[in-house]
T-cell receptor
Framework: AQSVTQPDIHITVSEGASLELRCNYS??????LFWYVQSPGQGLQLLLK??????LVQGIKGFEAEFKRSQSSFNLRKPSVHWSDAAEYFC????????????FGKGTKLTVNP | DAGVIQSPRHEVTEMGQEVTLRCKPI?????LFWYRQTMMRGLELLIY????????DSGMPEDRFSAKMPNASFSTLKIQPSEPRDSAVYFC????????????FGDGTRLSIL
């Protein structure tokens, strides 16, 4: 069965520092991969997605992610974090090679110190 | 553009009562999803529809849960009778079914069963 692991439950960084959130997936074929962000009391907002092609994907709010098939990873990065980036981040894989049955990781909560 | 609209945003009721959650998908989207989010289990897909037809309800926890989509612009998730363990945040998402399309989430309904 497909699965997604986000090893870090909680990460704290200082404003202006770089950020990398880890995501490992288990899926037999080429996966559809997503990163979503959830602010308190709100729904999930899509940051970026990978379906095929260039393995470095650019998203909104200055985020990017790199698909590494050999490591089954899809880590999210940002070169300089802003206080408004504090939220919970979810990685997801399309369980049937599409966007319908998404399997989500448990999330990583990001705290940004001033 | 209007996003996915869910109502109510918050619901508090006593166990045994019937609960109905509502969702209006983004206009033009023909796939609709219901998720449940809890601290213990994270985000779980309950059911999804394509063109108003239920495609996969394998995530629906029990017969107490039912979902309908009478038309392309409205869906309900009903719990009858409700139990305290149903307390969670319930999200609706919609998508234009097709290649390389992501899901768009509503802001959720926070349900508390006393």
């Amino acid at each position: 069965a497909q699965s997604v692991t986000q090893p870090d439950i909680h990460i704290t960084v200082s404003e202006g520092a770089s950020l990398e959130l880890r995501c490992n997936y288990s899926y037999g074929a080429t996966p559809y991969l997503f990163w979503y962000v959830q602010s308190p009391g709100q729904g999930l907002q899509l940051l970026l997605k990978y379906f095929s092609g260039d393995t470095l994907v650019q998203g909104i709010k200055g985020f990017e992610a790199e698909f590494k098939r050999s490591q089954s990873s899809f880590n999210l990065r940002k070169p300089s974090v802003h206080w408004s980036d504090a939220a919970e981040y979810f990685c997801a894989v399309g369980a049937q090679g599409g966007s319908e049955k998404l399997v989500f990781g448990k999330g990583t909560k990001l705290t940004v110190n001033p | 553009d209007a996003g996915v609209i869910q109502s109510p945003r918050h619901e508090v009721t006593e166990m045994g009562q019937e609960v109905t959650l509502r969702c209006k998908p983004i206009s033009g989207h023909n796939s609709l999803f219901w998720y449940r989010q809890t601290m213990m289990r994270g985000l779980e897909l309950l059911i999804y529809f394509n063109n108003n037809v239920p495609i996969d309800d394998s995530g629906m926890p029990e017969d107490r849960f039912s979902a309908k989509m009478p038309n392309a612009s409205f869906s309900t998730l009903k719990i009858q009778p409700s139990e305290p363990r149903d307390s969670a945040v319930y999200f609706c998402a919609s998508m234009h079914a097709g290649a390389n399309q992501p899901q768009h989430f509503g802001d959720g309904t926070r349900l508390s069963i006393l």
